[in-house]
């Protein structure tokens, strides 16, 4: 079997809850390094089809649930070529960093994003006009061949090669102009590995909200030659690409001190989506107990599709498996939207007044836990979020654009290498 074959289940598919296991991401990791070189810098704009993805790494899933870690992966492809050779592999790592770190410093950017999908969701109920351009997208029927082939391969793949990420939002944005918010929340639903800030911010790049005025113009040529003539969409594009506008998000704020934990003081490790490496978070000590909790999502305005459910589910249940091998305790798992009545009913019956967890970035499952938070606290229960080296590192220079994280790449690899 090639590696590339390898990689495809026996259903077809390229992505599978049932994968979403750590020992299935190193597999996968292993069988790319090879191709994470120059390979990777001279072939990843190429979006083959959903049966050629041997020229990208596919790791998104994984790494997005931190089944496996960013510093594993670049660690991993750093033993097998020079940093210069990689240099394109680790930028589009880093690139994910950056995203996480600026959103870290603009929350303000995520509340108004959710306010904005609210907002919109009501406005599909009311106006006709909107609500059948948006359905005629969202269920392939837009007329434009490629954008069509590329929702359904979103749904029933959960995962778009970067490249037709970038085709769909301008064409979503500029084309068929409908609200970017729109786009994104249904790229959220459907990505395996949808997340808050890599999602919200590369469509606000599209649209030129995150570089000020710049914009991403999809053309007919460039979707001809990066998929390699499978879609030739000439005359069915818009030629301009004019920046949406915005009231100015703000100034970036601190992001929230990491926090420690006593030694000797009994807690409750959670697990959730946003961190599924816990039995590699530094505690100072084994928790009484580990309590895995995801999300039904039923407040939210479009819940994640089935199979991004099951994703993040078994990427809990993996966690949760790997914590009893190392803690010995008992762990279980519950999928709810009430976590501070769970949380509370935990804590109490462990007889503890700390609840631990991977630090929670901005987005989805971080707004849960704040507001089960505050709830908490009137109990006495505290959460701490202990934050891992990695983001501790890397964050505070992703305030600005790209380029200034990018040229800290050497250092921010130098400074993990001193804490470990
Ligand atoms: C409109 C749009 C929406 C996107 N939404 C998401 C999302 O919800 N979640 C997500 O993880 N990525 C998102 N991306 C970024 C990127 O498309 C995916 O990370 C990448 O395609 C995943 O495939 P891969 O693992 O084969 O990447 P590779 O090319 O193998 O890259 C390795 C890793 O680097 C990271 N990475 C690569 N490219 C980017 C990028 N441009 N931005 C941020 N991180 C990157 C990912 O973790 C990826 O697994 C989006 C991009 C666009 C244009």
Known sequence: ??????????????????????????GRLKRFLPRAGRAYADTRNSDLGPHQRSNVSTLSPWIRHRLILEEEVIDAVLGHHSLSAADKFVQEVFWRTYFKGWLEHRPQVWQRYCAEVHGLMDALASNSELRQRYEAAIEARSG????DAWTREL?????????????????????????????AQFFLSHLFDGDPASNTLSWRWVAGLHTKGKT?????????????GRFNPVGQLSGTARPIMEADPGLPIAVHPAERLEAGEPFLLLVTT?????????????????????????????????QVRQFAVHSVEDALGRCDAQFGIPSELRETDAWADLLKDRAQELGVKTIVTAYMPVGHVADRLKQATSSLEKDGIRVVQVRRDYDIVAWPHATKGFFALRKKIPHVLDMLKSTT
């Not at 793949?157 to 786009?183: C, D, E, V």
Request: aromatic share 10%; with cysteine.
């Open 144 to 147: 434009i061949d490629c954008m």
């Open 216 to 228: 991403y113009l999809a053309r007919a040529s460039n979707i001809e030659k990066f998929t390699e």
């Open 155 to 183: 749904i029933e793949t959960g995962y778009l090669h970067n490249h037709a990420r970038m085709w769909f939002a301008s064409i979503w944005i500029f084309t068929l102009k409908l609200p970017w918010q729109l786009g």
């Open 1 to 26: 079997m090639s590696a590339l074959a390898e990689t495809y289940t026996d259903s077809g598919k390229l992505i599978t809850p049932e994968n979403a296991t750590r020992p299935y991401a190193l």
């Open 274 to 306: 946003e961190d599924c490496s816990p039995e590699q978070l530094s505690l100072p000590g084994a928790p009484e107990a580990v309590l895995g909790v995801t999300t039904a999502g039923s407040d939210l305005p479009m819940p994640a599709s089935a």
